[in-house]
């Protein structure tokens, strides 16, 4: 009986789908990267418009329009979150923050009411019932004032500069997976997704706030970086630490 040889099919080999999984990774990174800052120049541009209205408010004082108002509320909450993660030696960490919001309501001059968050200290300032004045920029309130203080905010300009920035990051941070990481399980993937994302929060937020308003002086710019680098170092170092096994 003669027998017969078959040949086996040909077999990729394993060496070549890491490589070809990390060029896919790269390419998705550059492409949020790249959609992320086409997105952003809009903003980017109407922020800065935005910054210039700022600098002649401080100089001459009639740059934004003024609309009459009045408080008509003031409301505090209360929210809880709760993070986990388990460091490099596999011991899980569990903290819990509570946030006390402020909130104050004003009565626009045609009978609508508009709700913000607000800062403590402003809170107090606005007594309900009492007389504000509403600053627009583009017909956006932009700040309210009250006998002895003023809030401001930040344009939709600005939070969409935050949310394309944000995404920037996110692209950056896949970009970073696919040139220099590796695939070693799910939950190590949405751990370092999770603190990457913290990491980039509180930069992104300072930066686009100096561009609408300018960079802060004294206490309050010492008091900025304090929390920027408390909030990135944790997170930081929780990433950090996750990686001590590669």
């Known amino acids: 009986m003669r027998l017969h040889r078959f040949r086996s099919p040909l ?30 120049a809009g903003p ?28 008509v509320g003031r409301h505090t909450y209360t929210t809880t979150s709760t993070s986990t993660y388990t ?14 919001h402020y909130e104050v309501t004003w ?17 107090s300032e ?3 019932g009492h007389p504000a004045t509403l600053r627009l920029w583009q017909g956006e309130v932009v700040g309210v004032e009250v006998a002895g203080g003023a809030e401001w905010f930040l344009p939709e300009s600005g939070g969409a500069l935050i949310a394309w920035s944000y995404l920037a990051f996110l692209g950056l941070g896949i970009l970073l997976w696919g040139l220099f990481g590796w695939w070693d399980g799910f939950f190590m993937l949405c751990f370092r997704a999770f603190t990457w994302m913290f990491m980039g929060l509180m930069p992104v937020v300072m930066v686009v706030d100096a561009l609408a308003y300018g960079m802060p002086t004294g206490a309050e710019l010492f008091a900025k970086i304090l929390v920027t ?6 997170s930081g170092a929780m990433l950090v630490g996750s990686l001590d096994d590669w």
């Open 107 to 123: 009565q626009r001059a045609d009978g609508s009411h508009q709700t913000r968050d607000v800062s403590s200290t402003f809170y």
């Open 126 to 128: 606005a007594e309900e």
């Open 229 to 234: 680098v408390l909030f990135s170092g944790i």
């Open 87 to 100: 460091d490099a030696n596999g011991h899980t960490h569990t903290s819990t923050t509570r946030t006390t």
């Open 44 to 71: 980017y541009q109407q922020t800065r418009q935005f910054r210039a209205a700022v600098a002649c408010e401080r100089g001459t004082d009639d740059c934004f329009d003024s609309e009459a108002a009045t408080i």
């Open 11 to 40: 077999r990729r080999s394993p060496a070549h789908t890491p490589v070809l999984g990390r060029a896919v990774v790269v390419v998705l990174g550059l492409g949020v990267l790249a959609a992320a800052l086409f997105g952003a």
